[in-house]
């Protein structure tokens, strides 16, 4: 009986397109990133040991969510980290079809770690912790502005600011809704807040952005942040270690 080879796949993610480099494969396909491309796409790389997607903006979610819910496995790595290996590997040629197949190579040399499952109530978390922190960019910018303003255009400015504050109430009390309406994210809120320093909100941001948290190693994981320690040596030359890369995590 003839087994199928597992295969890994890297794929190049834009707003419009997924470009898909398959092991094994030597042309580089291109889907639509819409729901019947993205439909396509899963089914093209069904059996597929992990796909490795860069994080691009957001634009990747809709694709990592569509290979989840057909059972495939995928890692979303981060963009820096990638571009350190193409260079360190001499690819530096830059297109879509070359991004792919340096995803794809990453993907065979790191085997990155896989994201655990998505679910809705996740979703919707990660998008108020998005939306809190651009209610507080937002109130930064404001406040600068404030500190130079004439009393005319301050007046208009408090006025942003108390909306902004309206709204970021409104904000934090959903993302508490979210969580506790989640047994499993309300576990892992109530075990985080049993560490020193971390509060509901640097709680809801390590659950929304962090879901690895508590499934892979530390080693992992600290790399997965971009806290691990990354040498620089060359033959017998001993550099510094340097944090380098990771998931980027804002905890305001």
Do not use: C
């Not at 830059?94 to 770690?113: C, E, G, I």
Request: hydrophobic content about 55%; overall charge neutral; cysteine-free.
């Amino acid at each position: 009986m003839h087994v199928a080879q597992a295969f890994m796949v890297g794929i190049d993610v834009s707003k419009a397109h997924l470009d898909v480099a398959v092991e094994g494969k030597r042309t580089v396909v291109r889907f639509d990133n819409d729901v019947p491309g993205r439909a396509a796409l899963a089914t093209a790389v069904a059996g597929a040991e992990l796909v490795v997607v860069e994080a691009t903006g957001g634009y990747e979610m809709a694709i990592v969510r569509t290979l989840m819910a057909a059972g495939i496995a995928v890692a979303v790595v981060n963009p820096r980290q990638v571009r350190d290996f193409a260079r360190a590997s001499g690819r530096l040629a830059k297109s879509d079809q070359v991004d792919a197949r340096v995803t794809l190579h990453f993907a065979r040399a790191m085997r990155p770690a896989q994201i655990p499952h998505i679910d809705d109530g996740r979703i919707a978390l990660a998008a108020l912790v998005a939306r809190r922190r651009q209610l507080i960019d937002m109130a930064v910018a404001e406040k600068n502005r404030l500190e130079h303003a004439p009393q005319a255009v301050a007046a208009l400015i408090g006025e942003t600011l108390a909306a902004l504050k309206a709204q970021l109430a409104r904000v934090d009390a959903a993302i508490a809704l979210a969580i506790e309406a989640e047994p499993d994210m309300a576990a892992r809120r109530d075990l985080l807040l049993t560490v020193p320093g971390i509060g509901e909100v640097s709680a809801a941001v390590l659950i929304a952005e962090l879901p690895e948290l508590g499934d892979i190693d530390d080693k992992k994981l600290a790399a997965l942040v971009g806290v691990a320690p990354i040498a620089h040596d060359s033959g017998t030359w001993r550099g510094q270690r340097h944090i380098a890369g990771g998931r980027l995590l804002l905890v305001r």
